[in-house]
């Protein structure tokens, strides 16, 4: 039972496009969301959050856009750059993170040149 | 500086023996987690552990077992090791429990022949 989807494995955008990436889940009592970035080899890296309360959080580049009742969340990236070439996994998290976090598949993000 | 340190970042053992996983943190966080990352990519979580409460994901085997010497440490134990144990293990770390985004190691890929 996936209760994060991600149902791109992969998207292909060209430099300087939006990227945007999407994630559903089944979960209500999720709090909170995030989005984590993964590099081969490597740990994911946090990159941005959103509270269940919210609706929109940005941070540079990066944002992240919820949609309750739809149970929808998006990655916005703007400006793409050849950098943001890597795994981007979506997570959702309850309880105040003491049951960890329950992570989708991925979307494998190729930023073209 | 890394944030969060795993060691070895390889293991390659044959079935049936014990082996551990370090972590170590030194961001100051008080809570630090274990998951792994299967063949199909799924990050999902084993272990949650704050100063004195071990949450235990309900589905990981009695062989896996989590150990704390102080806050700054969490190691990872594994008993009779099994073909299906194969994957990558990524420690991680959070301050508090109060939604709070989680900083992952790199990770150790753990090979079973």
């Known amino acids: 039972d996936q209760q994060v989807k991600q149902n791109s494995p992969s998207l292909s955008v060209q430099e300087g496009r939006i990227s945007i990436l999407n994630c559903d889940y089944t979960?209500?009592?999720?709090?909170?969301f995030l989005w984590y970035k993964k590099y081969p080899a490597e740990g994911p890296t946090f990159l941005i959050s959103i509270s269940s309360i919210k609706d929109k959080n940005e941070d540079g580049r990066f944002t992240v856009f919820l949609n309750k009742s739809a149970k929808h969340l998006s990655l916005h990236i703007v400006p793409s750059q050849p950098g943001d070439s890597a795994v981007y996994f979506c997570a959702g998290g309850s309880g105040g993170g003491a049951d960890g976090l329950t992570f989708g598949k991925g979307t494998h993000l190729i930023i073209q040149p | 500086d890394t944030a969060v340190s795993q060691t070895p970042k390889y293991l390659v053992t044959q079935m049936g023996n014990d082996k551990s996983i370090k972590c170590e943190q030194n961001?100051?966080?008080?809570?630090m987690y274990w998951y792994k990352q299967d063949s199909k990519k799924f990050l999902k979580i084993m272990f949650s552990?704050?100063?004195?409460?071990?949450?235990i994901n309900e589905t990981v085997p009695n062989r896996f077992s989590p150990k704390s010497p102080d806050k700054a440490h969490l190691n990872l134990h594994i008993n009779s090791l099994e073909l299906g144990d194969s994957a990558v293990y990524f420690c991680a770390s959070s301050k508090g429990r109060q939604n709070q985004p989680q900083h992952f190691g790199d990770g150790t890929r753990l090979s079973i022949l």
């Open positions: 552990y704050n100063n004195k409460e071990l949450i």
């Open positions: 979960n209500s009592m999720f709090d909170y």
């Open positions: 961001l100051g966080h008080d809570t």
